[in-house]
């Protein structure tokens, strides 16, 4: 019995020892050691330990490979904590080397640089406030001794950048021009956008006054700041006595440069760019001019800047008259006026006189339409060559719609008679009638953006139809009917053409009307020679169809062989008389196809 109570009682201690904590365990084993089983009491012990050896050893069994497991993920996370330590590393030696470079830039600043106005304005305040308030200090006759000597030495640097600005405008001349032309197109379009939207004064005054915004932005794109401080630098020495020196220089220099700008290459009227690069080279004289007269005192002025223009207007125009007398296409002359057109406008936005350019350009106008009159000669020669002078037949209503889209022809008796059918003109009609109108179209091209009124533009395109018609046409149909080999079908097609055509002036007349808005009855109107043109025209085939015919008539009668000696005449006609007859009924037949009031003349 008390063997069963000792082992529980040891029970008990165990218990309480596993589960108490170390620093409460002394009273319990000095319970254990009072008694007298505490050999019992180690074997216990010892028993129980060995049983918790035994389940931690199976625990340990249980986890080793998580805990294996748990290392190797250790040992990856000391990799990536590693890398993240060198990145880290790195990223302070990065902020640490732009805290360095920031700071070096902002010392930089603080330095003192070549400030040549301010070092001006320091000598001043020097030599006027300072020097005189310290007193006779020998240090103060040092510094009074070298202020003139700086001074010298100060001008002579502005001299230099002078040089410097005077070197980089001649440069950039060409850029700046191209700038100043790009954005005066750019200023066009907006002007016409807000005169569309808001027919305004107050829009156009104010596009108009954004000039002086323009001209700095165009100086501040291509020369930078530094040009701007190179001027101001200039004003500031003029003030330091220096004023004759810089304005003799920068004057004598820029006229120099002024007649650079204005001889022309040679061979630039063989393309357009080489009257684009000179116009530009010209517009980026005179902006780099207008801004200095605007941002300067003194150094130039409105004589002088008018002088200069004076001098390159005349000489342009001359060079414009010369390179573009030697110019044979259309197109060129065409592309080359808008280029001038370009010119004048730029210019004259910066308030330089542009009135001769125009009238240049209507010189102009006089040779570009004698090069179109040769142009349109070899296209009617080559209609003409190339036509077969046959009625053309009309297959489909689809074919009769394209031939009256280019020529206005109307007969109802034609309509009346089914496909497929013949129009009485051939391919000639249609063809000359479409180039009549792209003359016009060509001739209007020109007359655009000349500041010229819609009376004048109607004047001058009627003017120049009617050379077209009464020298350029007229001579090809000439050219036509007197070609030889022509035959008798060939001349009566020709007076049906021109018949026709001579029926379609006043359709002409509309179209003019229609472009220019200038209605055909106006007064003193000029009025086409459309009508007498093809009036003389098929006059000539009528003659050239009388010389024909007497020609071949008298032919036959060559052919005769008289017997002067016979007794009586013969029963029957001469063969010479017979195809005479013959020939005049197959020639009667072809003129069956001209119209009434001209067959019967020939018949």
């Not at 001043?124 to 030495?153: D, K, V």
């Not at 440069?171 to 569309?196: F, P, V, W, Y």
């Not at 020639?587 to 119209?595: K, Q």
Request: aromatic share 8%; charged share 25%; proline share 3%.
């Amino acid at each position: 019995m008390a063997s069963a109570e000792t082992a529980a009682e040891h029970e008990r201690i165990l218990r309480e020892i596993e589960s108490t904590d170390t620093n409460c365990i002394g009273p319990t084993l000095r319970s254990v050691y009072d008694g007298q089983e505490h050999g019992l009491f180690m074997d216990k012990l010892e028993g129980r330990i060995r049983n918790h050896d035994r389940e931690i050893e199976k625990m340990c069994n249980h986890h080793f490979q998580g805990f294996v497991d748990s290392i190797t993920e250790l040992l990856k996370v000391r990799g990536e904590a590693q890398k993240l330590k060198v990145q880290k590393e790195e990223m302070r030696c990065r902020l640490q080397q732009r805290n360095i470079a920031t700071t070096i830039d902002k010392l930089t600043h603080c330095l003192p640089g070549t400030n040549i106005i301010l070092s001006l304005r320091t000598l001043e305040q020097l030599e006027e406030s300072c020097l005189p308030q310290a007193g006779s200090y020998r240090f103060c006759t040092i510094m009074a001794e070298n202020i003139p000597r700086l001074r010298t030495h100060i001008r002579d640097v502005s001299m230099s950048d002078l040089k410097d600005f005077l070197e980089s405008i001649r440069k950039h001349s060409d850029k700046i021009g191209e700038t100043a032309m790009k954005q005066n197109i750019h200023s066009r379009i907006c002007a016409a956008q807000h005169l569309h939207t808001y027919t305004s004064y107050t829009s156009v005054n104010k596009l108009t006054n954004n000039k002086m915004t323009i001209n700095k932005n165009i100086w501040e794109r291509r020369l930078g700041n530094e040009s701007s401080q190179i001027v101001f630098r200039m004003c500031i020495c003029f003030t330091q006595g220096a004023r004759d020196t810089f304005e003799n220089y920068y004057r004598k220099q820029r006229r120099k440069q002024a007649r650079l700008v204005l001889q022309p290459h040679s061979n630039m009227h063989e393309t357009l760019e080489g009257y684009r690069h000179y116009f530009n080279q010209i517009v980026g004289f005179f902006v780099v001019e207008d801004h200095i007269l605007h941002t300067t005192q003194g150094l130039v002025n409105r004589a002088y800047v008018e002088e200069l223009w004076e001098l390159a207007l005349s000489k342009t125009i001359a060079a414009l008259r010369t390179h573009s007398s030697y110019c044979t296409d259309p197109d060129l002359i065409l592309d080359l006026k808008n280029l001038i057109v370009l010119f004048a406008d730029t210019l004259q936005g910066y308030g330089f006189p542009v009135n001769q350019l125009f009238d240049m350009l209507l010189e102009m106008r006089d040779q570009y339409g004698e090069i179109l009159l040769k142009k349109w000669n070899q296209s009617f020669r080559q209609i003409l060559d190339q036509d077969n002078y046959s009625p053309i037949p009309v297959a489909s209503p689809e074919e009769y719609q394209r031939i009256a889209c280019q020529f206005p022809f109307q007969d109802p008796e034609l309509d009346k008679i089914p496909f497929p059918k013949k129009l009485p003109f051939s391919e000639f009609v249609p063809k000359v009638y479409s180039q009549l109108k792209e003359f016009i179209y060509a001739c209007l091209k020109y007359s655009e953006d000349l500041h010229l009124s819609s009376t004048e533009i109607d004047d001058m395109i009627r003017k120049s139809t009617n050379l077209l018609l009464t020298r350029t046409l007229s001579h090809c149909l000439q050219y036509a009917i007197k070609k030889k080999n022509v035959g008798l079908a060939e001349l009566v097609q020709i007076i049906i053409n021109t018949t026709h055509l001579e029926q379609s002036c006043h359709y002409l007349e509309e179209f003019i009307s229609n472009i220019t808005n200038v209605p055909p009855d106006t007064i003193n109107a000029t009025k086409l020679y459309g009508t007498s043109t093809f009036k003389d025209a098929r006059h000539a085939a009528e003659e050239e169809i009388y010389t024909n015919l007497n020609q071949k008539i008298d032919q036959f009668l060559q052919l005769a062989d008289y017997d002067w000696t016979a007794a009586q005449g013969g029963a029957q006609a001469s063969d010479y008389l017979s195809d005479l007859i013959a020939f005049l009924c197959s020639t009667f037949a072809v003129f069956t196809h001209l119209p009434v009031s001209i067959s019967s003349t020939h018949t």
